[in-house]
């Protein structure tokens, strides 16, 4: 016998969180049978290239170039720029990680000691937002009043430094924390699987050598020391998948 | 706030041990049911093949754990600090949902040694009681080793846990761990095959005369069936197995073992969406009528209950006896209550070995959350502690799990964290080098100063006290710590590494620092009333219809992962309910 019924209750004062793709659960009472519902996946939303969606032009700009310099081109492998890790931020700060959804957001906000984290009551949109105007308020008052897309890639690094060490001031944001965040950020869009808008056609996969998304290596596993021999696959694509003449 | 029907049993959170308990108390004839905080998980809905391998939405966005604006703890290492909110998860991850942990863990399956579960006694008579440091408060169990051993082996078969037996009766056995405790039978399945990285581990381990053998391992080394009738597959070695759920049914987990089973058994009904508040006693506040839940309409129910089972893990078990007011929590300055006291975690330390590009390839990326070589000669008491000056130990090994770039791109230490030299380094050492985030596993032993209790300021979203944490790394395992990782170096050097970058366990406690999820202790388990919060039985001492199950039982942390000897807890637990609580309820120790 199945009995299979799911409540599905308004969603009221108690909390619900949505992830970056699925709906919302609501409570539900399940016996009998697994509770299947036809459709229920949440495979992830691809990100579409285009407009900003958070950042205004001039601030893709500046991000643009300073992940550039996190990440620089070489002749071996791709910059950060190219592989759209601004575009990755974009798209972040735009959605739930850019509200901070999901984190503790009680005060009161007391900034305690490294091991106990941060504890910025502004959300990382907001923090970016900020950063970003102290960068080129930096940038001008070091260098001859240009912004930091029009300084020279070594002093571009100087103000990085300077990110880095803490020493740039950001109104109400603890530099070496936001540092942290923008360093995880950039990479996360450098590696991450492409359909976040980063990492295009797989390019950081491709530059160490990591097979993506991949799900089955048991051919592999007695192949010690062996090259593995397969391009990358994302979740959503592979650069194989494509005509002849554009390879 | 409106009634329900009334039920046998009552169980708060559906992971590894509300699975085995609901699962066992409705086979014994009982009406059951489980309360969920989080949703209903499975495969083909929430981590199916085609988008499980998702390193930035399931490692980075955590979206299969519990969010800390739902609960969170505050944080501080020591009583003269104001302790902080956890606004962001670090140093451990929490379950949430049906499956809890269960779902998205390692699957690292370990029994704990022998001497552990009277580990005060043995130490005082190996050492002498002046050994033992000043303001450690470890104390035996009240349950032995040989009592467990059955249930260990219900677990592991439950599971198809992998691995090679190294003590078969008090025989050992060749490639198994010699040191482990006498096992009545092989493990269910065999060892999975190793990648290059371990097999070389284990090479050099030996030629230094050590004794590696295959972790147990909970990633199917081939199809198996368990008692309950459920199938698992074969591990793909995917290598996006911890903090992820396995698309292929080839980690042991409440899903791929029990739960298609549990969901017909009749008398069985669970609640997703569902978080308990508290339990609630009757006036003289010595037995538990039943629970109160929170829907997602904020609607509050209270459900009676002849016996309710405390299955939530460890934090939130000792939360749910603080906030229903069951027992007295623990005071370090007055030396009262033992609600929170001799909470624990875990000292991980490891190395990271970069090898010459030319001869080494190690495709860090064929892996799975439980593979790798160990050895265990500096666990426990497994090594001679007299001149070394610290007690405790812990397994170490080549235990890499994965090859995800966003979280193991190892370079030498002293590398800028950006710009071109960082990109050279990446590039250079991605697939020639080795990197086990917790290639030392080390104990976390129990002292009078790190517990839990309720924070005076922060609250949760219901306008409740935060759970406050109080915790830090005592000079003991900073020394142990020190030891282990030189053993390990030494044997990554004989693997023929060019360089050994060794990272301690130093400093405080950090809470933004990954170090496993295993939280233990806080209403823990022993033999005295005074000196513990349940009997050997996981009974409250308080309320003899309340049994609290998990890893907060744990008096100390030991030098292994905790989830087999919780589940062989859990069956202990469950024996003793259907065998001996249900014919005569009430106290199955006289306190
Ligand atoms: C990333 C990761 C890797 C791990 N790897 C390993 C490993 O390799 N080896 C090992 O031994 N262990 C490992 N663990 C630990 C292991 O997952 C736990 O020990 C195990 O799941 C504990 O079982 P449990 O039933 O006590 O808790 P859980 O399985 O976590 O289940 C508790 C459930 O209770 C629910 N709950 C909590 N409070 C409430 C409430 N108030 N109302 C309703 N529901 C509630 C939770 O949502 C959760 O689903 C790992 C954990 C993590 C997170
Ligand atoms: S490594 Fe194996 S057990 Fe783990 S998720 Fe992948 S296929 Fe499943």
């Known amino acids: 016998m199945l009995i299979l019924n799911r409540r599905r209750l308004l969603s009221g004062t108690a909390l619900v969180l949505f992830t970056a793709s699925s709906a919302p659960s609501r409570a539900g009472t399940i016996a009998g049978a697994l509770p299947w519902a036809p459709g229920a996946a949440a495979p992830p939303r691809p990100v579409v290239p285009g407009p900003w969606h958070f950042f205004t032009p001039a601030e893709g700009r500046t991000v643009e170039a300073i992940v550039d310099r996190i990440i620089p081109p070489d002749p071996d492998g791709p910059g950060a720029r190219d592989a759209g890790c601004a575009v990755f931020i974009d798209r972040q700060l735009a959605g739930p990680f850019g509200r901070a959804e999901g984190l503790y957001d009680h005060g009161p906000f007391v900034t305690g000691t490294k091991q106990q984290g941060p504890q910025s009551r502004l959300d990382p949109a907001t923090q970016y937002r900020g950063a970003l105007r102290a960068i080129d308020a930096y940038s001008a008052q070091h260098h001859d009043g240009r912004p930091f897309v029009d300084l020279a890639a070594a002093d571009q690094d100087a103000v990085i430094g300077a990110i880095e060490d803490g020493s740039l001031p950001i109104e109400d944001v603890v530099t070496k924390d936001f540092w942290t965040m923008l360093l995880k950020n950039t990479r996360q869009g450098f590696f991450a699987d492409p359909v976040y808008g980063g990492n295009r056609d797989m390019a950081a996969w491709k530059w160490i050598g990591f097979p993506g998304a991949r799900y089955d290596y048991s051919d592999w596993i007695d192949r010690h020391n062996e090259p593995y021999p397969h391009a990358p696959i994302g979740i959503a694509e592979a650069p194989l998948w494509r005509p002849a003449a554009s390879k | ?591």
């Open chain 2, 1 to 591: 706030m409106r009634k329900l029907p009334h039920k046998d049993v009552a169980i708060i959170g559906l992971g590894w041990t509300g699975s085995i308990m609901a699962h066992g108390l409705s086979e014994a004839g009982l009406d059951v049911i489980a309360f969920e905080r989080g949703p209903w998980r499975d495969t083909a809905q929430d981590f199916p093949p085609t988008y499980a391998p998702d390193e930035y939405r399931y490692r980075v966005r955590h979206e299969l754990f519990l969010r800390p604006a739902q609960m969170t703890f505050t944080f501080r290492n020591n009583p003269s600090q104001t302790a902080l909110p956890i606004r962001d998860w670090g140093a451990f991850m929490l379950g949430n949902g049906v499956g809890g942990g269960g779902l998205h863990w390692n699957a690292e399956m370990w029994r704990f040694e022998p001497s552990q579960f009277m580990l005060k006694t043995h130490l005082t008579e190996r050492y002498g009681a002046k050994f033992i440091p000043a303001g450690m408060t470890i104390q035996d169990w009240g349950v032995t080793y040989d009592e467990l051993e059955p249930h260990y082996d219900r677990f592991e078969y439950l599971c198809g846990t992998a691995g090679t037996a190294g003590n078969l009766r008090g025989a050992i056995q060749p490639g198994g761990n010699p040191f482990e405790g006498p096992r009545s039978r092989p493990y269910p399945t065999p060892a999975q095959k190793q990648p290059f990285n371990a097999t070389l581990f284990a090479k050099a381990a030996r030629e230094m005369g050590h004794q590696p053998f295959p972790q147990p391992s909970g990633n199917m080394s081939q199809p198996y069936t368990n008692p309950l009738g459920v199938t698992l597959g074969p591990c793909t070695f995917c290598g996006y197995c911890e903090w992820f759920g396995c698309g292929n049914y080839s980690k042991a987990s409440p899903q791929t073992t029990i739960l298609p089973v549990l969901v017909k058994q009749p008398g069985f009904t669970a609640r997703d969406n569902c978080e308990v508040l508290r339990i609630v006693l009757d006036a003289g506040g010595k037995r538990a009528t039943g629970v109160v839940f929170v829907d997602t309409d904020g609607e509050e129910w209270e459900q009676p209950a002849d016996l309710v089972l405390c299955c939530a893990f460890t934090p939130f078990n000792v939360q749910l006896l603080m906030l229903s007011g069951v027992g007295e929590i623990y005071d370090p300055a007055a030396k009262r209550g033992n609600v929170g006291r001799n909470f624990t975690h875990q000292t991980v330390s490891t190395a990271t070995a970069f090898f010459d590009p030319a001869t080494h390839r190690f495709n860090p990326f064929v892996a799975s959350g439980a593979i790798g070589m160990c050895i265990d000669d500096f666990n426990g008491d497994n090594f001679d502690h007299g001149p070394l000056g610290f007690v405790g130990g812990g397994y170490m090994g080549q235990v890499q799990t994965n090859g995800r770039p966003i979280e193991t791109t190892p370079v030498p230490a002293g590398t800028p964290t950006w710009g071109a030299k960082w990109k050279a380094a990446v590039k250079q050492n991605y697939n020639s080098s080795v990197y086990s985030g917790s290639g030392v596993h080390g104990s976390f032993y129990s002292y009078d100063d790190v517990f839990l209790d309720l924070d005076p300021t922060y609250k949760d979203r219901f306008g409740r006290p935060l759970m406050r944490m109080t915790i830090d790394f005592h000079e003991n395992e900073h020394k142990m710590s020190a030891f282990l990782t030189d053993r390990y170096a030494e044997i990554l050097r004989a693997m023929g590494a060019t360089r050994v970058d060794k990272l301690p366990r130093t400093g405080h406690y950090d809470v933004t620092d990954y170090q496993t999820s295993h939280l233990c202790g806080g209403a823990v388990m022993g033999a005295e009333p005074s000196t513990s919060v349940v009997n050997r039985y996981q009974q409250s001492w308080d309320v003899p219809n309340l049994f609290v199950i998990g890893a907060s039982s744990f008096p100390q942390n030991a030098g292994y992962n905790p989830t087999t000897t919780v589940g062989a807890l859990t069956y202990w637990t469950l024996d003793a309910i259907v065998n001996q609580y249900l014919k005569a309820p009430g106290p199955l120790v006289q306190a």
